[in-house]
């Protein structure tokens, strides 16, 4: 799957009326659900997550991009976790933990939603790692 691009509700009506797919995240049910623009008209979807392209995989996210390498960004509240997350470590391990148990790893910025955006997350680190030392010589 390539990397999601998350848009609004305008944008999903414009790339809807263009016969483009557009997916929208359902708090309800807790999944991705496929957009028609009727639906859009109404005003209760205006603050709701969009898709544009393959169907996520994964709940929408947040985004950082540091050093222009964007990546999914980190959980830091324990609060925002309900179940289980993925917790990268610094020798780029992943491994799933209780949230109430991991704390100081959530504090840190190592803690992400899905196996997914810890993978993705270390694979960025490592580039910007590289592109630091190449600024470095």
């Known amino acids: 799957m390539g990397e999601v691009k998350y848009i609004n509700v305008d944008m999903a009506v414009e790339a809807l009326q ?3 797919r557009v997916w929208r995240w359902s708090d309800t049910h807790k999944w991705w659900e ?5 639906d859009l008209t109404f005003p209760s979807f205006c603050g709701d997550h969009f898709a544009i392209g393959e169907k996520p995989t994964s709940p929408p996210r947040k985004m950082i991009e540091i050093d222009g390498v964007r990546m999914p960004a980190p959980i830091v509240r324990v609060e925002d976790f309900q179940d289980w997350p993925f917790i990268l470590f610094t020798d ?3 491994s799933s933990y209780r949230a109430d148990t ?9 803690a992400f939603a899905t196996e997914a955006d810890a993978i993705a997350a270390r694979d960025a680190r490592k580039l910007i790692l590289e592109r630091a030392m190449e600024r470095a010589k």
């Open 34 to 38: 496929a957009s028609i623009v009727h």
């Open 102 to 110: 991991v704390a100081a790893h959530i504090k840190a910025g190592n």
């Open 92 to 94: 780029e391990s992943i």
């Open 18 to 20: 263009k016969g483009l």
